[in-house]
T-cell receptor
Framework: DQQVKQNSPSLSVQEGRISILNCDYT??????FLWYKKYPAEGPTFLISISSIKDKNEDGRFTVFLNKSAKHLSLHIVPSQPGDSAVYFCAASEYGGSQGNLIFGKGTKLSVKP | NAGVTQTPKFQVLKTGQSMTLQCAQDMNHNSMYWYRQDPGMGLRLIYY???????DKGEVPNGYNVSRLNKREFSLRLESAAPSQTSVYFCASSVTGTGAYEQYFGPGTRLTVT
């Protein structure tokens, strides 16, 4: 059973508008969440993270929101740019878990149209 | 710093052949990981090494073996390749024990087993 779910395989957004990528999780022991971005033929690159003691973390155009009661997090990109077009993976980790192992969702492909 | 490097970038094997995927990191990270990514799937953990001298199974270890050669290098071996092992393989590394769970990924090895 998937512990980290990204229910939207794809998302298309106009340049300059907001992109919202969603992620749900089932394991209440997860206490650290990350977003990775992946371009074709490259490895994933770390984008932004959030600890379960926070409900928001912001880094430039990227903001991650965490709703622990709903077991839901989202990544907001404002404003979206064509270079943001990539696959975005949500990942989660359990404190004291196996050496920081991450559980990944299946990814959402974001297309930002000029 | 090269970060995480992987060799080879591409490989085609026949069923039953063996091969070793190489991974090295120059960030002085103590933990290293091997993932596979299949179409429509997230990244799934094959094996990991929390520190030099230790290795543990991940979610999908069957058909693979690993060696943590030293702190820098972590190799993945397919003893008898099967078509089901056709995938893109990513190596990653991280610093653990500090509360930072960001993993840094290599560019990947695209493996085809015919």
């Amino acid at each position: 059973d998937q512990q980290v779910k990204q229910n939207s395989p794809s998302l298309s957004v106009q340049e300059g508008r907001i992109s919202i990528l969603n992620c749900d999780y089932t394991n209440s022991m997860f206490d650290y969440f990350l977003w990775y971005k992946k371009y074709p033929a490259e490895g994933p690159t770390f984008l932004i993270s959030i600890s379960s003691i926070k409900d928001k973390n912001e880094d430039g155009r990227f903001t991650v929101f965490l709703n622990k009661s709903a077991k839901h997090l989202s990544l907001h990109i404002v404003p979206s740019q064509p270079g943001d077009s990539a696959v975005y993976f949500c990942a989660a980790s359990e404190y004291g878990g196996s050496q920081g192992n991450l559980i990944f969702g299946k990814g959402t492909k974001l297309s930002v149209k000029p | 710093n090269a970060g995480v490097t992987q060799t080879p970038k591409f490989q085609v094997l026949k069923t039953g052949q063996s091969m070793t995927l190489q991974c090295a990191q120059d960030m002085n990270h103590n933990s290293m990981y091997w993932y596979r990514q299949d179409p429509g799937m997230g990244l799934r953990l094959i094996y990991y090494s929390a520190s030099e001298g230790t290795t543990d199974k991940g979610e999908v270890p069957n058909g693979y073996n690993v060696s943590r050669l030293n702190k820098r290098e972590f190799s993945l071996r397919l003893e008898s390749a099967a078509p089901s092992q056709t995938s893109v393989y990513f190596c990653a590394s991280s610093v653990t024990g500090t509360g930072a769970y960001e993993q840094y990924f290599g560019p990947g090895t695209r493996l085809t087993v015919t």
